[in-house]
């Protein structure tokens, strides 16, 4: 059996580095390895490390999440946990990496979805971004297929200007056929109001696509 790699010393913040390099690469090596007890490790030192070695930790378990959520799949709690943290950083890095364990537990995030987006609405905008990005994950499972592109109307309706393009990108992949008036209403409503060019530019083309 393999050892398990000694986290804490490869942290960027033991390092005395201000980049993300050494998480990233720390990430790599344990999506390499399926290192179970290095994300345990992790998961501890975010609930019981200093701020710095905390704002590492996230850092490292998003970037295992997006690209093998499954890994991290089992701390959905602890990331809820911190998800209520006053540190921003933390609060949108649990947010992604919820985001992703959506990919893999989509049943059980959605029964979490009321309080993901109590804290989303009163965010930062990557915070936000994240939150939104969980439900286009959600709208993937048929379960919670129209309940959550119901979710996703109102996110969108509460947006800001500089989300609401993208949001509607995202939103028109996902969103069930017979919530495609819905959408399209709600785009045409906004998009009077919009003042960048560009993104009047990006949602007229989400609602070419919805009328072709």
Same mark, same amino acid.
């Given at each position: ?27 790599? !090596? =344990?999506?390499?390895? &399926?290192?179970? /007890?290095?994300?345990?490790? %992790?998961?501890?030192? *975010?609930? #019981? ?13 998003? !970037? =295992?999440?997006?690209? &093998?959520?499954? /890994?991290?799949?089992?701390? %959905?709690?602890?990331? *809820?946990? #911190? ?14 990496? =919820? ?5 893999? /537990? ?107």
């Amino acid at each position: 059996m393999a050892k398990s790699i000694n986290v804490l010393p490869r942290l960027a913040s033991s390092l005395k580095r201000r980049d993300e390099v050494p998480n990233q690469e720390l990430a790599r !090596e =344990i999506i390499t390895a &399926e290192d179970g /007890l290095a994300i345990k490790e %992790l998961v501890n030192l *975010l609930e #019981t490390g200093t701020t710095p070695i905390k704002n590492d930790c996230i850092k490292v378990l998003y !970037e =295992i999440g997006e690209t &093998e959520p499954k /890994l991290i799949a089992e701390f %959905l709690p602890s990331f *809820l946990q #911190t998800l209520h943290s006053k540190n921003n950083r933390l609060q949108w890095g649990a947010m992604t990496a =919820i985001s992703s364990i959506a990919r893999v /537990l989509p049943d059980e995030v959605y029964q979490l979805i009321p309080g993901i987006l109590e804290v989303a609405n009163n965010g930062s905008v990557i915070t936000k971004d994240k939150a939104f990005l969980t439900l286009v994950y959600l709208a993937q499972n048929p379960g919670s297929l129209r309940q959550t592109g119901y979710l996703m109307l109102e996110q969108l309706d509460a947006s800001a200007e500089n989300q609401f393009p993208r949001y509607c990108e995202q939103a028109v992949q996902v969103i069930p056929p017979d919530l495609h008036s819905k959408l399209v209403a709600l785009m045409q409503r906004r998009l009077p109001e919009m003042q960048k060019a560009s993104s009047k530019q990006r949602v007229e083309k989400v609602l070419k696509k919805l009328n072709s």
